[in-house]
């Protein structure tokens, strides 16, 4: 239940992630999270300027989210069949024209175009960099590789939204943009020279290629796990600042350190999930027991969240739930890239796809509730206690599929230097 890795640690390497091999690569991770969310704090500005409502200034935030959840499986699957390279570079100069053309963006119609190009390079780019990552290290070491790009999405939410605000009120909200871009220049090059080394993976390109996780028995049990997690995780949090501001009557700039506190946890939980699981892998067990142990986690420290006092005590529940939040992304999309390499992408695809879907459930189910708190809880906790409980089934297929693999036949691999440091 391994990835067949191209390209291994040479001998007597140190046990770290090759840093110097994704530079580029994760500085476009960091970008893309950066990016993703980067209107939210700017809609004010952005609709004065353009001279239309708050409201229709919001659509560019929605065209990038479905955009990107409605094409990524499509383009997942173009980079499982022409390979990591192509796809990654094509993501990452969509993503700089999106960007470029954002920044000069006179109205609302040619912003759209430019959230849509955006979200297009980024559904491109994305998936191709989880495959390439997994496929480019020892398998001791792809955890800790998938958790540091987990954790720069999430400090890209963390430092460069608040950056791309501060950027804004000083110098407007286009050279928000332009710095994102400038950015991806430099990102171009990076990946063109980290990801030559790939091969084009030869999967067939067609409908049947797209839906083809879900038709897999382990893969589909691992995404309608995602769906319930983040629909309890993203319904939860999209009502997160409500409940504070109504129950501890914060303001706006004190929410925003309650995002850091967001930012950080998820940062750390994969950083965390990584080397455990790296670890968990090093000594023949497998980590997918960690999957409903992070969904009661992130579930019990939604609802202390929700009804928890004072208000030390709700922040640190906060802070549990997406340590909770940022291990059980890491833990899956580790989980996914291993069980079936061929289909890396599109299944990574599928997972960001599913994370959207969830977080779309998940807020509606909140906003029935005539009461947000409680909204908050039943479906934060409620919705993660089903992920877990979901989860068994899959904890034991993957045990089972992982002790019938250790009794085939090994793989040679060929030790080759990739700029560990």
Same mark, same amino acid.
């Given at each position: 239940?391994?990835?067949?890795?191209?390209?291994?640690?040479?001998?007597?390497a140190?046990?770290?992630? %090759?840093?110097?091999s994704f530079a580029g690569?994760?500085?476009v991770?960091?970008?893309?999270?950066?990016?993703t969310f980067l209107?939210?704090?700017?809609? %004010?500005t952005?609709?004065?300027?353009?001279?239309?409502?708050?409201?229709?200034?919001?659509i560019?935030?929605?065209?990038?989210?479905l955009?990107?959840?409605?094409t990524?499986?499509f383009?997942?699957?173009?980079?499982?069949?022409?390979?990591?390279?192509p796809?990654?570079?094509?993501?990452?100069?969509?993503?700089?024209?999106?960007?470029?053309l954002?920044a000069l963006?006179?109205?609302?119609?040619v912003l759209?175009?430019a959230r849509?190009?955006?979200a297009?390079?980024?559904?491109?780019a994305g998936?191709?960099?989880?495959?390439?990552?997994?496929?480019?290290?020892?398998e001791?070491?792809v955890?800790?590789?998938?958790g540091?790009?987990l954790?720069?999405?999430?400090?890209?939410?963390?430092?460069g939204i608040p950056?791309?605000?501060?950027?804004?009120?000083?110098?407007?909200?286009?050279?928000?943009?332009?710095?994102?871009?400038?950015?991806?220049?430099?990102?171009?090059?990076?990946?063109?020279?980290?990801?030559?080394g790939?091969?084009?993976?030869?999967?067939?390109?067609?409908?049947g290629?797209?839906?083809?996780?879900?038709?897999?028995?382990?893969l589909?049990?691992a995404?309608?796990?995602?769906l319930?997690?983040?629909?309890?995780?993203l319904?939860?949090?999209t009502?997160l600042g409500?409940?504070?501001?109504d129950?501890?009557?914060?303001?706006?700039?004190e929410?925003?350190?309650?995002?850091v506190?967001?930012?950080i946890?998820?940062?750390v939980?994969?950083?965390?999930?990584?080397r455990?699981?790296?670890?968990a892998r090093?000594?023949?067990?497998?980590?997918?027991?960690?999957?409903?142990?992070?969904?009661?986690?992130?579930?019990v420290?939604?609802?202390?969240a929700?009804?928890?006092?004072?208000?030390?005590?709700?922040?640190?529940?906060?802070?549990?739930?997406?340590?909770?939040?940022?291990?059980f992304?890491s833990?899956?999309q580790t989980?996914?890239l291993?069980l079936?390499p061929a289909?890396?992408?599109?299944?990574?695809?599928?997972?960001?796809?599913?994370?959207y879907?969830?977080?779309?459930?998940?807020?509606?189910l909140?906003?029935?509730?005539?009461?947000?708190?409680?909204?908050?809880?039943?479906?934060?906790?409620?919705?993660?206690?089903i992920?877990?409980?979901?989860?068994?089934p899959l904890?034991?297929?993957?045990?089972?599929?992982?002790?019938?693999?250790?009794?085939?036949?090994?793989?040679?691999?060929?030790?080759?230097?990739h700029g560990?440091v």
């Open positions: 239940m391994s990835i067949d890795h191209a390209q291994v640690k040479p001998a007597g140190p046990d770290r992630v %090759p840093w110097r690569i994760y500085l991770v960091f970008l893309i999270g950066t990016e209107v939210s704090p700017l809609l %004010p952005i609709a004065e300027s353009i001279q239309v409502s708050e409201t229709a200034a919001a560019t935030v929605t065209a990038y989210t955009v990107y959840a409605i990524a499986p383009l997942g699957a173009v980079s499982d069949r022409f390979g990591r390279q796809t990654v570079v094509a993501g990452a100069v969509l993503f700089l024209l999106g960007n470029v954002a963006a006179g109205n609302l119609e759209i175009l849509v190009i955006g297009l390079g980024a559904g491109l998936p191709s960099i989880w495959a390439h990552i997994a496929e480019s290290v020892p001791r070491l955890g800790r590789a998938i540091v790009g954790a720069l999405f999430s400090a890209g939410q963390v430092l950056i791309a605000g501060l950027v804004a009120d000083v110098s407007g909200w286009r050279v928000a943009f332009w710095v994102i871009a400038a950015a991806s220049v430099i990102t171009v090059p990076l990946v063109y020279r980290e990801t030559r790939s091969k084009p993976r030869g999967a067939t390109l067609n409908l290629s797209v839906f083809s996780v879900w038709s897999d028995k382990l589909r049990q995404l309608i796990v995602v319930f997690l983040q629909a309890a995780n319904g939860a949090y009502f409500v409940v504070l501001h129950r501890f009557g914060l303001s706006v700039g929410l925003g350190l309650i995002g506190l967001v930012g946890g998820g940062a939980g994969a950083l965390l999930a990584g455990i699981g790296d670890e090093a000594n023949g067990r497998q980590d997918t027991f960690w999957i409903p142990i992070w969904s009661v986690l992130l579930g420290a939604a609802v202390v929700a009804f928890g006092a004072p208000l030390v005590v709700a922040a640190a529940a906060i802070v549990i739930w997406f340590v909770a939040s940022g291990a992304g833990n899956v989980l996914l291993n079936r289909l890396g992408a599109t299944s990574s695809s599928w997972n960001s796809a599913v994370l879907a969830g977080a779309a459930g998940g807020v509606a909140v906003g029935l509730f005539p009461h947000v708190d409680v909204g908050v809880a039943v479906v934060g906790g409620g919705l993660a206690l992920a877990a409980v979901l989860s068994l904890l034991t297929a993957v045990t089972r599929q992982a002790a019938a693999s250790s009794e085939a036949p090994g793989r040679a691999t060929e030790e080759v230097d560990y």
